[in-house]
């Protein structure tokens, strides 16, 4: 990149959990991955988010009814209305304080995280691999697991009722026609 300001650094990686923690940042500009989430809300700085796909649009969603985010639409971007979005981010104070609010709650925990991995990590070692824990679905067959089973179950008796259906409405039909067949002989 060319003519660079002096006041603008350029490397291939910057530690991001460590710049959203330093105090003078005022604002992040998000595409809304849940990893720049959680250490965005871990920093109660407001986000200026850009979703593009899978749970991005979610994500932002939830930091925008958290109060600490402006939502934008890639194709929707302009020069003026992103430096609107970007002073209404800095200047306007409840997207400040909303976001060091949803940074409390989110920290306001029992146990530490780091407690908690070491926790679950002796949990299972004590409980040699806990297999109680384990889910299920891995001791089912694999026609069981995707419910093949159930489906030709559920197909089968709504064959068998739509072709009682259909034999009663055969029968009701024929005897009708019959019974105005009769009805018209009768009549002659």
Known sequence: MEDVPPNVMIKKWFPQ????????????ISHGGISGVYETVDAGVPVLGFPLFYDQHRNIANLVDAGMAISMELLSVSTDIILNYILELINNEKYSINAKITSARFKDRPISPEKLIVYWTEYIHRHKGAPHLKSHALNLTWYQYFLLDVIATVLILSLIIL??????????????????????????
């Open 17 to 28: 959990r460590d710049i959203l923690l330093h105090p003078n940042v005022k604002l992040f």
């Open 163 to 188: 072709f009682v259906c259909y034999t009663i409405i055969k029968i009701i039909y024929k005897n009708s026609l019959r019974y105005l067949y009769n009805f018209k002989l009768k009549s002659e």
